[in-house]
């Protein structure tokens, strides 16, 4: 599947429609069947630019964090399992690998069907959540796949790639490079604005054109590199340590002026460092999480605030009506969180440059809701 709008030819997020409450609703810019969101800006003459200005030296970096970590996932998904066994026997040199993970739980992109707009059970193109399938799919002829069971499944993006020029903000280097400390901590519930993107982005000498995707370094692997074993498990939280400092995350801002600089920029998708790409939890009343992939560029975060309440975090998570997000629903910009975002920051600055052509295939999963993106940067 393919865009059919040529470069320029996007409407602004003010010219988008509204749905029910949420403004810049941007399920019909592809057709009510694209199952891409703004991938589909990654045409081939978007590529093959991309590919002849940024390969340059031959040099490449990993964006991918061992799917080890974090060892104690948080957001209460399942911890890794990664088990190498030898078939034959100890004195017998073959190994296989078995893996339990979930897709989440480390460097990942969100699909399109792994966060809905709540608040009236749709996915996507206003897809209702009842229609997705659930549970174990056993499949045997690929050629006899029933298409309700995997629609907006992280195979659309598998097969068509997820390739262009990456363009890396540097916050971290940003506020620290002169020797200052890191005025915010990335465990905490800490905005980033438009406004420091936007400076970031002019003193690195980066201008943002169509179909780039959109990398930031906020901090949070670099604290974790840094925390002690105990810190790390407490990032998990769970019944007896259920309190909000666990589970908050810097990121980037929840608001229509958010939302207005994603769109407008046209990015193709836009991954962080951080196990929540906006800043978690939401102030009162905006959530990106929901907009953005059910909208289809980012969204989800609570639209109350949460530390006024005395439930545990997630009953009042599931609970609450969404009211202004990004995660989910109508922006359409795919979301990438906990990027390994180390080395890369290491050779930008190296280069001086803060674009390079950028690849990411994730697994060929039919269905799937989540998927690591096994990325990586070339310069």
């Known amino acids: 599947m393919t865009s059919r709008l040529k470069l320029g030819a996007l409407p602004t997020f003010d010219e988008l429609p509204s749905f029910h409450d949420f403004k810049g609703c941007a399920w019909d810019v592809w057709g009510k069947d694209d199952e891409l969101g703004t991938i589909n800006l990654l045409t081939p003459e978007v590529v093959a630019q991309a590919a002849q200005e940024e390969i340059r030296l031959g040099r490449t970096v990993s964006l991918n964090w061992p799917i080890h970590f974090p060892s104690r996932p948080v957001f209460e998904r399942k911890i890794p399992s990664i088990t190498t066994f030898a078939k034959h026997g100890p004195t017998i040199p073959i190994r296989d690998d078995v893996i339990h993970i979930n897709t989440q739980s480390g ?127 407490d990032l998990r939280g769970g019944s007896e340590k259920e309190t909000f400092k666990t589970k908050y995350s810097a990121g980037i801002e929840q608001s229509e002026d958010m939302k207005r600089f994603l769109w407008n920029n046209h990015f193709a998708a836009i991954a962080s460092d951080q196990p929540s790409m906006e800043c978690w939890p939401a102030p009162m009343g905006t959530q990106l999480h929901q907009v953005s992939l059910a909208t289809s560029i980012i969204a989800a975060l609570n639209s109350r605030d949460l530390a006024d309440d005395s439930r545990p975090l997630w ?65």
């Open 315 to 379: 009953d009042a998570y599931w609970s609450v009506p969404y009211t202004n997000l990004l995660h989910t629903i109508f922006i359409s910009t795919q979301t990438g969180e906990l990027f390994d975002l180390e080395a890369l920051s290491v050779l930008c600055q190296e280069t001086g440059r803060y674009t390079f052509f950028f690849t990411s295939w994730p697994l060929n999963i039919l269905g799937g809701a989540a998927s690591p993106p096994n990325a990586a940067a070339y310069f």
């Open 107 to 233: 460097s990942q992109w969100d699909g399109l069907k792994h966060y809905g707009l709540t608040e009236h059970n749709v996915f996507y193109n206003n897809t209702p959540a009842e229609t997705l399938s659930e549970g174990e799919m056993e499949l045997h002829d690929p050629s006899e796949i029933d298409y309700s069971k995997v629609k907006l499944g992280i195979h659309n993006w598998a097969n068509h790639g997820i390739c262009g020029r990456g363009v890396f903000l540097d916050v971290v280097r940003y506020y620290t490079a002169n020797g200052e400390a890191l005025p915010y901590d990335p465990w905490t519930s800490h905005p980033i604005t438009v406004a420091e993107l936007e400076d970031i982005a002019k003193k690195q000498g980066v201008e943002f054109r169509q179909g780039d995707i959109l990398l930031l370094r906020v901090g949070f692997i670099q604290k974790y590199y840094a925390s002690t074993n105990e810190a790390k498990a």
